[in-house]
């Protein structure tokens, strides 16, 4: 029966240990029961290292390093190749644990930091209760990057902050690039699930309809001007930078080009005749002034909404005048004017040919006067 000799060594270093600066423990390297050869240097508290070691069969680290000092538990330094390299077949490759400071950190001058792989699990994971699971840092390089064939290439979760959180002093704080497929921000794996309340932001270059597309089953909502400080817009550019629409925080939108109002009949339904003269004496006496709205000084002309609704029934509600029922409104009144107009002409004309007559009378009894005497 083949034994297993395990090693454990937890180092504690209060004082200094001037005389002592290598321990060395060695194994039989001629039998089959060699655990480890050990080699720590010890150069002062600073630099201590403590090490945790197992052999196998034990399903636990193959290599752990504990130091109760404030400093590495586990340290690995190499001038061209891997500082540490852990391989499992089940478990962690490389596992890092700390009260207060990082679990596992990997500095490289030409290379990654840190670098994991899996076949069938996360390549790095970090998780903590405080601060970041995972940060990442480069002069010129990625500061995390994440790869995967099948799954997420990076995934990160919170239960009380931001799941990612990506800052830049040159670029973007976050970019985001996919293959002929959608990248979304928020909302539930299926780019069409219209089951959730989440809301989606996705880009899909195969989109018919377009590049970038906001999906949401319930309201959307822009904010402008939340700190209440400046007027502020939502602005449309096109690629000459002109702006095209603009929404200011009052509501005034401005178009480069028309606005246009579905009108198609095939979208109609109910649709009845109205009674044109009723319409034109209800906008005779329909109150309009001029007016302006708060906080806007901008002065306007028309009627109030509440006054528009109850003389015509028109619109969603008696707060608001949409464009194509003061339009209906305006048509209607303005045909009504012309049958006016047309019954008006209609009886001058018949005037005109009686004024015509009479004349023509008085003409002829005057010349038949004029023979009689």
């Known amino acids: 029966m083949k034994k297993t000799i395990v090693i454990i060594i937890h180092m504690i270093f209060v004082g200094s240990l001037s005389a002592q600066d290598r321990l060395e ?17 010890y150069q002062g508290i600073a630099e201590t290292v403590g090490l945790y070691v197992h052999s196998e069969p034990t399903p636990d680290f193959g290599l752990g390093g504990v130091f109760f000092g404030g400093q590495s538990g586990l ?10 390299n852990g391989i499992s077949q089940m478990g962690h490759g490389v596992s890092g644990y700390s009260y207060s400071g990082i679990g596992i950190s990997g500095s490289s001058k030409f290379s990654y930091g840190v670098l994991g792989a899996s076949e069938s699990s996360n390549g790095i994971r970090g998780t903590s209760i405080d601060a970041a699971g995972v940060v990442g840092g480069s002069s010129e390089g990625y500061g995390v990057e994440g790869g995967s064939e099948l799954n997420y290439g990076v995934r ?5 902050n931001y799941g990612v959180f990506g800052i830049s002093a040159a670029k973007a704080g976050g970019f985001f690039q996919g293959e002929g497929s959608a990248i979304e921000l928020g909302g539930t794996l299926s780019i069409y699930d219209t089951g959730s309340d989440d809301a989606v932001i ?6 018919v309809d377009g590049d970038l597309i906001l999906v949401s089953n319930d309201n959307v909502e822009f904010h402008l001007d939340e700190d209440n400080n400046s007027t502020s817009f939502f602005r449309v550019k096109n690629g000459d930078n002109t702006d095209i629409m603009s929404l200011d925080e009052n509501g005034n939108l401005t178009l480069a080009g028309t606005c246009s109002c579905a009108s198609d009949v095939n979208r109609k339904e109910n649709i009845q005749s109205v009674d044109l003269n009723k319409i034109l004496l209800t906008v005779a006496s329909l109150p309009v002034k001029q007016w302006q709205f708060k906080n806007d000084p901008t002065p306007h002309i028309g009627p109030m909404a509440q006054d528009f609704y109850h003389a015509f029934g028109l619109g969603a509600d008696s707060t608001s005048i949409a464009v194509l029922d003061a339009q209906g409104v305006a048509f209607a009144a303005i045909q009504a004017l012309k049958q006016e107009n047309d019954q008006l002409r209609e009886a001058l004309l018949i005037l005109k040919a009686e004024v015509v007559e009479n004349r023509q009378m008085i003409l002829t009894n005057k010349t038949r006067k004029r023979k009689e005497k």
Do not use: P, W, Y
């Open 202 to 207: 996705r880009s899909q270059e195969d989109q």
């Open 156 to 160: 990160a979760g919170s239960m009380f």
């Open 75 to 84: 340290q690995g330094h190499s001038s061209t190749g891997t500082g540490i």
């Open 25 to 41: 423990i060695q194994g039989s390297t001629t039998t089959r029961d060699t655990v480890a050869i050990i080699k720590v240097n």
